[in-house]
């Protein structure tokens, strides 16, 4: 790739989930101290930036995506001096920062929600949201039949008699786009943080934000087997194509700025055409590749997912991303150690089911890891992920804090397993987490099995995870090879996905349950795990130097 490619076509973003990264002033709560003071470790870990989940002031019913000021840092997690002074600190470290901004909804301790109630209905501070009468006899049934992400109705109905709209929890009504002074808003809170310096947002329900002007109620569910219809159906909420609009003018205050400053859209589409629409050349720069991350651990699933992610995205001139585990979905080595049963749909939860195999589910994580970090364009790192952390599926009930697991009626324990705080050293609780003589508990208790994970545990093991992704992600900045470029399939049997890039690039994958013999090359680069007399062994990947 030409070195005056824009750094977002080809980055390793590592996602920070503040609560659960590093503790700085001991309250069992990450914190901008606690990333500030792991940043050596970022550094050597060889990632180009950071996203951080939102670190802005809130109630924290969803963790920070209820946000009530966008203008300022939640106490807990320190204050904006910190955050200035991250922001300098990890560029001098050459890593780039891109906080998270969420503008489908804000908490309902917003300026505008508390306004909104007390001016009553039919008054001009309620057009900021979707307020609407109900359905029914005295407007006791939802205005529609629209759910909450979080399980429930999507409506919540005030003493005053009306209900608004919240696709998520209750404290998060969402906002109307179709108001001037929405769009203006968010158009100034990108200034305020451009201006001190963030390298870009990743965007919270980017595919959310406009809604059918009727709000009808959904088209019938379709079944996730059946083909797909000829023509497809618009949806109410999701995806809509007057969205656009809004990402063109937030391209243009990004193009205010100097430097590349990029975003990256959290958009579940439907399909990679859906998915291109985002990053058209006016409009987002990048968008989370769900496909990849929904896939199976599956040859062939995941080669149409490779081929169908780079042409599509590649005929708007936009890169791909690749994108194996997030905060808000089970840890991957947790989900490839499973038969995969359901079928994963966009905008659904997916739960695994089935006993877990973990040695399994670590072994294809590895491979899935040198697989993702040799695609052509950037990947994203879930904290955790390069220790080869499990989910938590053992948290007790007491301790989940996941709207959804409320929300559900207990019937979805939520996200709160792949959030658990990480262990950074030590034998014990908090395991580094937060420092000596810390007054809190981590906020969600970490399983005594953290020690073999911890950071210290694995830095000099070369059999770890933390030392495979090390070392994968220092040969990525090495080879010209990798990063944004073409691929090219080399001719192997079903199961085994093998590709080369140029120059003198090739990584296999085998998925299949026969050994497979390594094509000719001149060095082994990496190995996700043994290779003996050159032949690959099921769920184990290779990167090869031709
Ligand atoms: C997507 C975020 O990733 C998730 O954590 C959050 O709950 C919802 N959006 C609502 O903001
Ligand atoms: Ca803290």
Same mark, same amino acid.
């Given at each position: 790739m030409s070195s005056t490619a824009p750094w977002w076509r080809s980055a390793v973003i590592y996602q920070v989930y503040i609560r659960s990264f590093a503790d700085g002033n001991g309250d069992g709560i990450g914190d901008i101290a606690g990333i500030h003071s792991r940043l050596p470790y970022l550094k050597s870990l060889g990632i180009d930036a950071i996203w951080i989940n939102p670190w802005y002031k809130s109630p924290m019913a969803d963790h920070g995506y209820d946000v009530a000021d966008f203008r300022a840092i939640d106490p807990r997690f320190g204050t904006m001096a910190e955050a200035e002074a991250l922001i300098e600190e990890a560029h001098r470290h050459g890593i780039r920062v891109i906080p998270d901004i969420v503008p489908n909804h804000v908490s309902d301790q917003h300026a505008w929600f508390r306004a909104a109630l007390a001016a009553g209905p039919g008054s001009a501070e309620r057009e900021r949201f979707v307020f609407r009468p109900g359905r029914g006899p005295d407007g006791a049934e939802p205005p529609n039949d629209w759910m909450s992400c979080f399980g429930g109705p999507a409506w919540t109905r005030l003493p005053d008699g009306q209900w608004y709209l919240h696709l998520f929890a209750p404290e998060q009504p969402d906002l109307n786009w179709e108001h001037p002074d929405v769009r203006a808003e968010f158009e100034d809170i990108l200034r305020f943080w451009f201006s001190r310096g963030v390298d870009g947002f990743r965007i919270d329900v980017a595919h959310g934000l406009v809604k059918h002007p009727e709000l009808p109620d959904l088209p019938p569910r379709r079944d996730p087997d059946a083909p797909a219809p000829a023509e497809r159906v618009p949806h109410p909420h999701w995806d809509r194509d007057e969205v656009h609009e809004i990402y063109r003018a937030w391209r243009r205050v990004a193009d205010e700025f100097p430097g590349d400053r990029s975003f990256v859209a959290e958009a579940w589409a439907d399909s990679p055409a859906r998915l291109a629409n985002y990053v058209r050349q006016d409009r987002l720069h990048t968008a989370f590749n769900f496909d990849f991350l929904m896939a199976s651990w599956d040859a062939r699933q995941l080669r149409e997912v490779i081929d169908g992610s780079l042409t599509t995205l590649g005929s708007v001139g936009a890169p791909a991303t690749w994108v194996l585990s997030n905060h808000d979905v089970t840890r991957h080595p947790s989900r490839f150690g499973r038969k995969v049963v359901k079928k994963w749909v966009a905008n659904e939860t997916y739960r695994p089911e089935g006993p877990l195999d973990f040695e399994l589910g670590t072994r294809r994580a590895r491979a899935a890891a040198l697989l993702m970090l040799s695609l052509p364009g950037g990947a994203y790192v879930y904290q955790g992920e390069e220790l080869g952390l499990p989910e938590v599926e053992d948290l007790p009930d007491e301790v989940l804090q996941d709207p959804c697991w409320e929300r559900s009626g207990h019937a979805d324990r939520g996200r709160d397993g792949c959030r658990v705080p990480l262990p950074w050293s030590g034998q014990e609780a908090p395991f580094g987490f937060s /420092? #000596? $003589?810390?007054? $809190? #508990? /981590?906020w969600l208790p970490q399983p005594a099995l953290w020690k073999d994970h911890s950071v210290e545990a694995q830095t000099g093991d070369a059999t770890s995870m933390l030392e495979l992704y090390r070392r994968a992600l220092h040969l990525r900045r090495g080879l010209p090879a990798l990063g944004e470029g073409d691929m090219t399939w080399l001719d192997a049997p079903a199961g085994v996905l093998a590709f080369t890039r140029e120059p003198g690039f090739v990584c296999v994958v085998n998925l299949s349950a026969e050994p497979y013999q390594l094509p000719e090359h001149t060095s082994l680069l990496l190995a996700s795990g043994p290779v003996e007399d050159g032949l690959l062994p099921q769920d184990h990947a290779v990167w090869l130097s031709r």
């Open positions: /420092p #000596e $003589g810390a007054t $809190g #508990e /981590p």
